[in-house]
């Protein structure tokens, strides 16, 4: 591993005064900072507020909207997880147009886009020298096709930013859990990705492994990984499994109202990053990864800013059963809020189809989303908000309004190149004489909009309640977001109503529907979205006329990351099926008997 002393080093640079600010210099820590032993809280709290992002990580961070492109063997199976066993003849996109993609996701704002260049099947998208396995296999243009340089092209055509994900989980490569051939064969993946390609200015490496305790034990080298990129792509950040970019902790694009970039978690391809997120009882999932209670605890600060992945639709990959199921423009625009507007990177995921073209659907909906910031953003109502405000803590700002100013959103912005430090703040505006409280909120940083009722008013107010040492807001703005009505939501999943049913056993649960029907699918739908433990995972699913012999309906048996995305998902049967009575048997992600209530479950009638 990679050693701190190197980092921390290069990390103390002096400041040799800022215009308007009335500290005259300050040390900084990029990227890291250790906590010598008895430093006070105090102290902690101070040397936070001067740990800063490396110049790539400030780079990315300026981005704001990134799009993730799960695109690969499960497009056309309808799979979200591969098994590593598909055919690659099964690759055969009929109009695949890299262009199409980037064109329009330029369009829609986009800055960088990641294509998933190996998912957890194992399936290159690329035509490796290291796997059989991969479009060179395929009948896509005759095995001579390569979509990570399709990709690449239309990248530099259209200047935009290009990132690549490679899953270290691989479910096909046969040397996958024989730990340092398996380490090499990644490696060798990795090198040609960062060799042939020209700039990559992501890697995006996942932390899934869904093969549970008895699966494949595969120690991965992240050191060496590491090393890889640092001497292929220097200037690329490293995302997840890396320490530049970390996972804000879902999948349902939603970020921490309190999003500090500054924050306790060490990064899980450290050695010590284990020992010291048990120590302090935290995961990437954590509510609080960088408040001052944590840190009163901790012994090093990182600068690892958060990611919100999210994918347009409930699945990452294509499949055509959700062309009607893109997310609302409310949705997306609540995500935005929700990412961009707490201190986050959104990263949203727009799959291409089995054309190999992003659907019609999430084309109308990136261009509405698209039309609807840019409106917002067209009208800033503060004047002179750009002026650099070296703000303590209790102190205030008065910012004049435009005549007839009617806003709803307020956005403020830290100059994180000098740290992050808004603890909290308060927003009043004046009209008629009176001031009236806004909103409140905690962290800045990078950016933090704030929504709240629309008002009008002639000048607004803007008090930094507490902050670590002297903030450095470069930017207020007030903008007005027209209020969207969310559409109905269209997920239906259960056509027998469940009044008539009947739990039979609980362990594993069987139903009695009450009536004899014909199944075309069934549904399991983990109880208000949300993962628990006792959550199913790998399951056999069994029908019956008579609640005595069973039948097993061929499936593929495993509800792929649902841990990590708990919605719905459906399993569509290969031929439909006659039941009264339905069994599910399933485990739960380590393989314990899950725990699967009535009303989780649904089923799907062959339609007439
Ligand atoms: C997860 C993966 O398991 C999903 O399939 C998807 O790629 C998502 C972005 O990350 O961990």
Redesign the pocket.
């Known amino acids: 591993m990679r050693t701190f002393n190197q980092l921390v080093a290069m990390a103390c640079l002096a400041c040799i005064g800022l215009s308007g600010c009335t500290q005259k210099s300050e040390e900084y820590y990029v990227k890291h900072v250790e906590f010598p032993e008895g430093t006070t809280l105090e102290q902690k709290v101070d040397m936070a507020a001067r740990l800063v992002p490396t110049p790539q990580q400030l780079e990315w961070q300026k981005l704001e909207l990134t799009a993730?492109l799960?695109f690969g063997v499960n497009t056309f199976t309808g799979r979200?997880?591969g098994d590593g066993k598909e055919d690659p003849a099964l690759f055969n996109p009929t109009e695949l147009d890299a262009e199409q993609w980037v064109k329009n996701l330029k369009e829609a704002g986009f800055k960088m886009v990641i294509l998933?260049a190996k998912?957890?099947d194992g399936f290159c998208l690329w035509p490796t020298k290291t796997t059989k396995h991969s479009v060179a296999s395929s009948p896509w243009k005759d095995g001579k096709g390569d979509v990570v340089k399709e990709l690449r092209d239309a990248c530099t055509k259209y200047d935009m930013k290009f990132g690549v994900?490679l899953?270290p989980w691989d479910r096909n490569a046969e040397c996958y859990g024989d730990s340092p051939r398996y380490n090499q064969y990644f490696i060798d993946q990795l090198t040609e990705l960062l060799s042939n390609y020209g700039e990559v200015h992501e890697v995006w490496f996942?932390?899934?492994n869904?093969e549970g305790p008895n699966g494949k034990k595969q120690v991965y080298d992240w050191d060496a990984f590491y090393k890889t990129i640092q001497k292929l792509q220097p200037k690329a950040t490293m995302a997840i499994m890396g320490d530049d970019v970390r996972w804000v902790g879902n999948?349902r694009g939603l970020g921490r109202e309190t999003e500090w970039s500054a924050t306790v978690l060490t990064p899980g391809i450290y050695a010590r990053s284990e020992a010291n997120n048990n120590a302090l009882e935290i995961s990437s999932t954590s509510q609080d990864l960088g408040g001052r209670e944590i840190l009163a605890k901790a012994n090093e600060l990182f600068w690892y800013p958060s990611e919100v992945?999210v994918s347009i639709r409930p699945g990452?990959f294509y499949h055509a059963e959700e062309d009607g199921k893109v997310k609302s423009l409310k949705h997306l625009t609540d995500i935005y809020f929700q990412s961009v507007g707490y201190n986050s990177v959104l990263l949203l995921?727009i799959p291409p189809d089995r054309r190999g073209l992003i659907h019609e659907n999430d084309i109308a909906r990136l261009k509405e989303f698209a039309a609807y910031r840019q409106k917002m953003l067209a009208t800033d109502y503060v004047e002179e908000g750009d002026e650099l405000w070296n703000a303590g803590s209790g102190e205030d700002r008065e910012y004049t309004l435009a005549t007839d100013a009617k806003f709803n959103v307020v956005m403020l912005q830290e100059d994180i190149s000098k740290g992050q430090r808004v603890e909290s703040f308060k927003v009043e505006a004046l009209k008629d004489g009176q001031w009236t409280l806004l909103g409140e909120g905690t962290t800045v940083g990078y950016k933090r909009m704030l929504r709240f009722p629309e008002v009008n008013a002639e000048k607004l107010k803007v008090t930094i309640l507490s902050s670590r040492r002297n903030a450095n807001i470069c930017k207020v703005a007030a903008y007005y977001a027209e209020p969207v009505k969310e559409v109905a939501d269209r997920s239906e999943w259960n056509d027998i109503s469940r009044s008539d049913w009947k739990v039979v056993s609980s362990q594993p649960l069987a139903i009695d529907l009450g009536q004899s029907v014909t199944l075309a699918a069934f549904t399991y739908a983990p109880l208000n979205e949300t993962a628990k433990p006792t959550m199913a995972f790998r399951y056999k699913f069994f029908v019956s006329e008579n609640g005595k012999q069973w039948k097993e309906v061929p499936t593929n048996g495993e509800f792929?990351?649902i841990m990590?995305?708990p919605l719905p998902q459906t399993v569509a049967f290969k031929t439909p099926v006659k039941a009264r009575y339905i069994k599910l048997d399933a485990t739960t992600p380590s393989s314990e008997k899950a725990v699967v209530e009535m009303n989780e479950i649904g089923v799907s009638l062959v339609k007439k």
């Open positions: 993730f799960h979200e997880w998933t998912h957890h994900y899953s996942d932390g899934a869904g999948e992945d990452w995921n792929s990351n990590h995305n």
